[in-house]
């Protein structure tokens, strides 16, 4: 375990110490009490229980991410950031703003069959349009829960012969990986929460949250 924290460029601890400690942005832990003084739900969704990464946070990060994808791609006139939809929208338009370097930006629809017994089948729903053969690749996705899709992915990008392969991730469930997984640019590396927000979604719901929040299906009326 201790060998696995020191890979991680930045460990998420301690998420319920995050509001007692008052790291969490003024106006949210404004809005939140007020609104818990008069017994109204906080959030915008009803199953979301509490934040765990704000909206700073996350900024802060990626705006790290970004300068280390500036500096690590100095001598590259073909980078090409290819982002997983759905998820990845929200953290890729914000990072490639931020990198200082000349880039294309393109896309894969993909979708895991039987997802809930974790198959490991992954569909390409639609490619991508660049050809990737000599460009420098990030592969973009929100989130790595078994590593699936990811792996399976990168294998294939792999066969189309890009100059250079590199994986990039908001979030990673280290407890979840099924297959090897190596992360080369990690936003948060997080316990086995369901979350939402920031471009991940429940039933299709939260996306559009700035902030990263974990869920409690109990609080869920449908
Ligand atoms: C999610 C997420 C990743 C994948 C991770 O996608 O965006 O692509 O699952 O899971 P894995 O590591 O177990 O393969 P989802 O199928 O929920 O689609 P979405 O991106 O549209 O939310």
Redesign the pocket.
């Known amino acids: 375990m201790l060998r696995f924290k020191s890979l991680l460029p930045y460990k998420i601890t301690n998420f319920y110490s995050t509001i007692r400690c008052g790291s969490i942005q003024s106006t949210y832990l404004e809005t939140y009490i007020e609104k818990k003084l008069e017994n109204i739900n906080p959030f915008p969704y009803d199953f979301i229980d509490r934040i765990l990464i704000t909206e700073d946070e996350i900024k802060e990060r990626v705006n790290t991410l970004a300068k280390q994808i500036t500096s690590d791609y100095q001598n590259s006139e073909h980078l090409l950031l290819l982002g997983?939809?759905?998820?990845?929208v929200v953290f890729i338009t914000d990072l490639m703003r931020k990198i200082e370097r000349p880039i294309t930006m393109d896309f894969m629809s993909?979708?895991?069959y039987n997802?809930a017994q974790?198959s490991g089948f992954?569909r390409i729903d639609s490619d991508h349009k660049t050809n990737i053969h000599g460009w420098d690749v990030i592969l973009i996705?929100?989130?790595?829960?078994?590593?699936?899709?990811?792996s399976t992915i990168s294998k294939l990008l792999l066969d189309r012969r890009p100059h250079s392969l590199k994986i990039c991730a908001l979030l990673d469930k280290p407890e979840?990986h099924k297959v090897h997984i190596k992360i080369d640019y990690l936003g948060f590396s997080i316990p086995d929460y369901f979350v939402v927000g920031y471009g991940?979604?429940y039933d299709e719901k939260g996306r559009n949250l700035p902030y990263i929040a974990s869920i409690n299906l109990h609080k869920h009326k449908d």
């Open positions: 997983l939809l759905r998820g990845s993909v979708s895991s997802k974790s992954v996705d929100d989130i790595v829960d078994s590593g699936y899709t990811l979840r991940l979604d």
